[in-house]
């Protein structure tokens, strides 16, 4: 078949199936099949009869609503790149804006030290200790199945990853943390079936759902938040879009914080807050 065609179909077939991107998502699948960027789609003429049956079989998954990035192995993340698969939280792109306000803080520092709670596939971390070459980067994740995920995107960075929980990770760092970044579980349990197929039916639950309200997660890392850093240090938190009062609330209620704020996506949806630790 010939490639444009092929593209044409498979963006139609996933329209059909309710793929919120079918024509990026054909296209990167296909430059998936062939081992080339999507610039160099355009040039390709034609598939081999491998190639397009490599490229139905991948087609039919995403239609089933399996997660883009576990078909093709990876997903981006500012200027890294993850390996993500069954068994992780698919780092999304609302996140970078988490992981730059961090990043943004420690380069303001002469060797800060930096702790990502809840760090799934590692994205935050190795974001940080890729744009903050002098930053002492530690990061925790729950989920046995992550933080296999994890070991494999740290490798190398210098990032130190334990296996914790955010409720009592690294007693060894108490009062000595510049920045504490968090995009912890906050989907209430509640709201089961509003979450899209590729989240609800691929990521783990414990990544997802935190209590009745969302909230649970984020009260955790208040408390802890406030025995890691150093007076002055900040702390970041990812929450939902409908949590653009009552996440920072949970900080601001608590009378250990100054600076609460919350902060707006690129799509104007409320999506993180932050906060100071009070001197």
């Known amino acids: 078949m010939r490639a444009g065609a092929a593209r044409r179909a498979g963006a139609a077939a996933l329209q059909g199936s309710g793929v919120a991107s079918p024509e990026r998502d054909a296209d990167l699948l296909l430059a ?22 490599q490229y139905d079989a991948l087609l039919a998954r995403r239609a089933a609503r399996e997660p883009l990035q576990h078909l093709t192995g990876a997903a981006a993340f500012r200027h890294v790149e993850l390996a993500v698969g069954p068994g992780v939280f698919v780092p999304r792109p609302e996140t970078e804006l988490l992981a730059g306000w961090a990043i943004e803080h420690a380069l303001a520092l002469t060797a800060p030290v930096v702790v990502d709670l809840c760090t799934g596939s590692g994205a935050i971390a190795k974001a940080v200790a890729d744009e903050v070459p002098g930053a002492d980067v530690h990061a925790v994740e729950l989920d046995e199945g992550a ?15 334990r296996h914790g929980d955010l409720a009592t990770a690294f007693d060894d760092l108490l009062g000595t943390v510049d920045v504490v970044v968090c995009n912890p579980p906050y989907i ?16 783990p639950h414990l990544a997802l759902f935190s209590g009745q309200d ?5 009260r955790v890392l208040e408390q802890r938040a406030a025995l890691l850093l150093r007076p002055g240090g900040v702390v970041g938190a990812e929450h939902a879009d409908v949590q653009g009062e009552s996440a920072p609330a949970v900080f601001a209620a608590s009378g250990r914080w100054a600076d609460v704020a919350d902060h707006r996506d690129l799509a104007g949806r409320a999506r993180y807050l932050t906060a100071r630790l009070a001197r």
């Open 32 to 53: 998936h099949v062939l081992g080339v960027s999507l610039g160099r789609l355009p040039l390709v003429d034609d598939l081999t009869d491998g190639e397009q049956e």
């Open 147 to 161: 933080l296999a995920w994890a070991e494999r995107n740290l490798a190398g960075t210098g990032v130190d990853l």
């Open 188 to 203: 209430p349990l509640e709201a089961w079936e509003s979450v899209a197929a590729e989240a609800r039916d691929h990521d």
């Open 214 to 218: 969302g909230l649970d997660a984020i």
